[in-house]
């Protein structure tokens, strides 16, 4: 089945560098997106098409590929990260949208 | 600027047929590879892609509950209605509507989110 999985939690100090990775088969051949979500709040586009930015995102958030994963960096994490962030992907040809398990990411 | 906003029933009891509504501004869903999706979130739990409907009136559903979702569009109030058949306790968790600007290509992602609402299905 088309499905994208990713750690339940991670935890970091702030200042350093956090990294949550996605995976699964079909990211070979589908670009990955992923979200930042706060409690009770809807989530927010951090990164698409595996590495790009959208406007208004702050910079030490980035995302890199390899084969099968993709993933998503934190560089100097504040205590204002700290969230749920999920990958998501698609079956192009059934129209099908995947989001991964979800990653709480606790700033220790 | 584009918004999106859900509405619905906050309680529905089960066996009934929940039926939501996303009233979006801000873009129109005549536009090409322009699509509205429906994505419910239970309480602590993860994200899940429920339908998406077109510009061009296609629609796609999870096949997980593809029998229970039907999906529309009313473009002329700018409008995405999503109906829920039978629903059970499972069925509890916030409903939110997205808005994909170039669903028609091999990118997918939601680029504005409407606030959510929550049903709550009571037994």
């Known amino acids: 089945s088309y499905e994208v999985t990713q750690p339940p939690s991670v935890s970091v100090s702030p200042g350093q560098t956090a990294t949550i990775t996605c995976s699964g088969d079909?990211?070979?051949?589908?670009?990955a997106y992923w979200y930042q979500q706060k409690p009770g709040r809807a989530p927010v586009l951090l990164i698409y098409?595996?590495?790009e930015r959208p406007s208004g995102i702050p910079a030490r958030f980035s995302g890199s590929t390899s084969g099968t994963s993709v993933v998503l960096t934190i560089t100097g994490v504040q205590a204002e990260d700290e969230a749920d962030y999920y990958c998501?992907?698609?079956?192009?040809?059934?129209?099908?949208?995947?989001f991964g398990g979800g990653t709480k990411l606790t700033v220790l | 600027q584009v918004a999106l906003r859900e509405s619905g029933p906050a309680l529905v009891n089960v066996t009934q047929t929940l039926t939501l509504t996303c009233t979006f501004s801000?873009?129109?869903?005549?536009?090409?590879?322009?699509?509205v999706s429906w994505v419910r979130q239970p309480p602590g739990k993860a994200l899940e892609w429920l339908a998406l409907?077109?510009?061009?009136?296609?629609?796609y559903y999870s096949p997980f509950l593809q029998t229970r979702l039907t999906i529309s569009k009313d473009t002329s109030k700018n409008q995405v209605a999503l109906i829920l058949s039978n629903v059970s306790p499972v069925d509890t968790a916030t409903y939110y509507c997205?808005?994909?600007?170039?669903?028609?290509?091999?990118?997918?992602?939601?680029?504005?989110w409407g606030l959510g609402t929550l049903v709550t299905v009571s037994s």
């Open positions: 997205a808005r994909s600007s170039d669903c028609g290509g091999v990118e997918f992602y939601f680029d504005y």
């Open positions: 098409k595996d590495v």
């Open positions: 409907i077109d510009w061009d009136d296609d629609k």
């Open positions: 801000g873009f129109s869903l005549t536009t090409n590879n322009m699509c």
């Open positions: 998501q992907s698609i079956d192009n040809t059934e129209k099908f949208v995947v």
């Open positions: 079909a990211l070979r051949n589908q670009y």
